[in-house]
Nanobody
Framework: ETQLVECGGGSVQAGGSLTLSCIMS????????MVWYRQVPGGECEVVSS???????YYGEFVEGRFTIARDNARSTVHLQMNRLKSDDTAEYFC???????????????RRQGTQVTVSS
């Protein structure tokens, strides 16, 4: 079973920066589209950003140019550089492989711990 471990969360003031990292076990990282999610208590599991195998990227509208996603295939790692953080970015952050149609899947927010980001205003 593939394991994913996030790190890099913490507490910062509004306007600050954090870089989250996620390392994936196994040998198929190169073939995986990777996604960063986040969840506030009682909220839904929300897509923050994704990066495909070919390096193409997607960002949620709320990102507004503040975040950058990148992948390091040699280290099976995906990073999320977050700048100009706002209090609304406070959430638990998770990474996962992009859901493959037809494969049973539960969003990571509902089955394991991620890394907490707390932004104070």
């Amino acid at each position: 079973e593939t394991q994913l471990v996030e790190c890099g969360g913490g507490s910062v003031q509004a306007g600050g920066s954090l870089t989250l990292s996620c390392i994936m076990s196994g040998d198929h990282f190169d073939d995986s589209d990777m996604v960063w999610y986040r969840q506030v208590p009682g909220g839904e599991c929300e897509v923050v950003s994704s990066i495909a195998q070919d390096g193409s990227t997607y960002y949620g509208e709320f990102v507004e140019g503040r975040f950058t996603i990148a992948r390091d295939n040699a280290r099976s790692t995906v990073h999320l550089q977050m700048n100009r953080l706002k209090s609304d970015d406070t959430a638990e952050y998770f990474c996962d492989e992009k859901h493959r149609p037809g494969v049973p899947w539960v969003p990571p927010c509902y089955r394991r711990q991620g890394t907490q980001v707390t932004v104070s205003s």
